[in-house]
Structures are given as C-alpha cells and as structure tokens.
C-alpha cells in the first residue's frame, strides 16, 4: 500500500514568489495534516482537515498561507509571497481516525528553500 | 506553542549503552505518542501510550508513562548505529497532535 505522498520534494525559490505542495494521504484516510519543521525542532501544526473541512486552521498565518482539500482526498498548501523566514520543511500527514489524533503517517516532506 | 518539554536536546553514546528520553508536561496528558525521525527522513510512528503508568516494550525499547499523566519516557537498552535519529513526544492537546521539539540520538560504534 502507498503512503503519504508528496511533492515537490526540494523546492528553491526567491522571496516574494509563490510557491505550492501537493500531498496524497494514504487512502481511506480522512483525516489529512499540514505540519511545518524548522531545522531541530518537531513538527508544527499550520492546519488540520477532517475530509474536506479544514476543523483546525488557528496555526496558519493567513495574510500568506492557505490550504484546500477540495474533494476530501489530495491537498495544496500555498504560499505567497513567500518570505525567507519560510525556509522549513513541509510536512503532510494522514491518519485513520477522526475526533483525535491517532497514529499519523507522514509523507516525506517538502524542503523549501527561500533566497 | 509547543507544550511538552523533552530532556536532554542532545546525547552521545556509544555503541551498547543505554539511552533514554525524558517528554515532560505541566498539564496532565489524556495520552502521549513518541515518533523516531532518521536523519533526512520523515516522522515515524512508534507507540501510542493512554493509560496511567503504562509500560510497554517494543525490543529493546521500553515506553512508560507516568502514574499522574504529567510525564513519559523512552529508553533504549544496548543501543545500535540503527537507533540514530530524533525521538519526539507528542501530545494529544484538544484535537491535534503537538510535538516535542525532540531528542537527537548519536552512537559512536
């Protein structure tokens, strides 16, 4: 079975421009997350969705960010603009149940890279 | 913010020494779950922990979790090269997941 999916693995980009992941959870997963890692430290929430109902978007900084999850299955998070202080990983994850974290599943993350 | 704390940052074994990770809360935890993260690599899951005291062992990893639901700990008997990687707690606070800021694992064979 395939897990979370995620692209583009390496993104490099100037300040200023936009810039988009896309992430496959694992199917049958309703439950999708967007995390953000900076260098040595864990995963941070930006925002939850229970199929496609974003329930938990209180970390996303809004004025730059936004995430959809149109038909309950793949997401987007877009940035723009992007700003050096974004460098981080973008993390996707998956999970089976619903009204509480379970076990999560990560994809292998997109490393994004603002000069 | 992130509202477990994990000790220590940093450790440096050598090959077949013991090691272990300490994820403290202020607030009493409804469970905990700890994730092994490679370097280069992604968040793994390794075990989630609900009940008061619980111990549970997986190999040479033993998980506990404290009697008032306040801390956890991870320890690894003899470690391997095969252990590197950062051990992170998370908690479950309201409906997600918040992580540890970890525990970076090195072993010198």
């Known amino acids: 079975e395939a897990g979370v999916v995620q692209s583009p693995r390496y993104k490099i980009i100037e300040k200023k421009q936009p810039v988009a992941f896309w992430c496959n959870p694992i199917?049958?997963?309703?439950?999708l997350y967007w995390y953000l890692q900076n260098l040595g430290q864990g995963p941070e929430l930006l925002i939850r969705?229970?199929?496609?109902?974003?329930?938990?978007d209180s970390q996303l900084p809004k004025d730059r960010f936004s995430a959809e999850r149109l038909k309950g299955v793949d997401s987007t998070l877009k940035i723009q603009p992007a700003e050096l202080g974004d460098s981080a990983v973008y993390l996707c994850?998956?999970?089976?149940?619903?009204?509480?974290?379970?076990?999560?599943?990560f994809g292998e993350g997109s490393r994004l890279t603002v000069l | 913010g992130q509202q477990v704390m994990q000790i220590p940052q940093y450790q440096h074994v050598q090959e077949g020494e013991d090691f272990t990770t300490y994820c403290n809360s202020s607030?009493?935890?409804?469970?905990i779950q700890w994730y092994k993260q490679r370097p280069g690599g992604h968040p793994v899951f390794l075990i989630q922990?609900?009940?008061?005291?619980e111990v549970k062992k997986q190999k040479r990893l033993t998980f506990q979790f404290g009697e008032a639901k306040k801390n956890s700990s991870l320890h690894i008997t003899a470690t391997q090269t095969t252990d590197v990687g950062t051990y992170f707690c998370?908690?479950?606070?309201?409906?997600?997941?918040?992580f540890g800021a970890g525990t970076i694992l090195r072993v010198k064979s």
């Open positions: 994850a998956s999970s089976l149940t619903s009204g509480g974290p379970g076990e999560l599943f």
């Open positions: 199917s049958g997963h309703n439950t």
């Open positions: 969705y229970e199929n496609e109902e974003a329930v938990d």
């Open positions: 607030t009493t935890l409804s469970n």
């Open positions: 922990l609900v009940k008061s005291g």
């Open positions: 998370a908690e479950s606070y309201g409906n997600k997941l918040v």
